[in-house]
Nanobody
Framework: QVQLVESGGGLVQAGGSLRLSCAAS????????MGWYRQAPGKQRELVAH???????NYADSVKGRFTISRDNGKNTVYLQMNSLKPEDTAVYYC???????????????WGQGTQVTVSS
């Protein structure tokens, strides 16, 4: 069993910053890709960023230059530093991880429960 727990969401004014964290725990042997998605009201869930290694990251065009994804492999944790936030960044943010477990099963994709980010104008 694998669990992902997010933290760091909240309410911030436009131009402000937030840092999201997502810690994975459980029967983890290895984690390949870790990432963040978001879903605004009435819209489909969309990719924000994902990371395989320090040198292999991918960002949505809408967040390039403002958001930075990073990970701590020793802690099985992924972070999303969000700067210069805009009202259109308001959404529920979900982390995910592609996990191979102790029994060699996977990789399987797991999701966190989501954390609300609200940016006021």
């Amino acid at each position: 069993q694998v669990q992902l727990v997010e933290s760091g969401g909240g309410l911030v004014q436009a131009g402000g910053s937030l840092r999201l964290s997502c810690a994975a725990s459980g029967t983890i042997f290895s984690i390949n890709v870790m990432g963040w998605y978001r879903q605004a009201p009435g819209k489909q869930r969309e990719l924000v960023a994902h990371i395989i290694s320090v040198s292999t990251t991918n960002y949505a065009d809408s967040v390039k230059g403002r958001f930075t994804i990073s990970r701590d492999n020793g802690k099985n944790t992924v972070y999303l530093q969000m700067n210069s936030l805009k009202p259109e960044d308001t959404a529920v943010y979900y982390c995910n991880a592609d996990v191979t477990d102790f029994y060699g099963r996977g990789p399987s994709r797991y999701w966190g429960q989501g954390t609300q980010v609200t940016v006021s104008s």
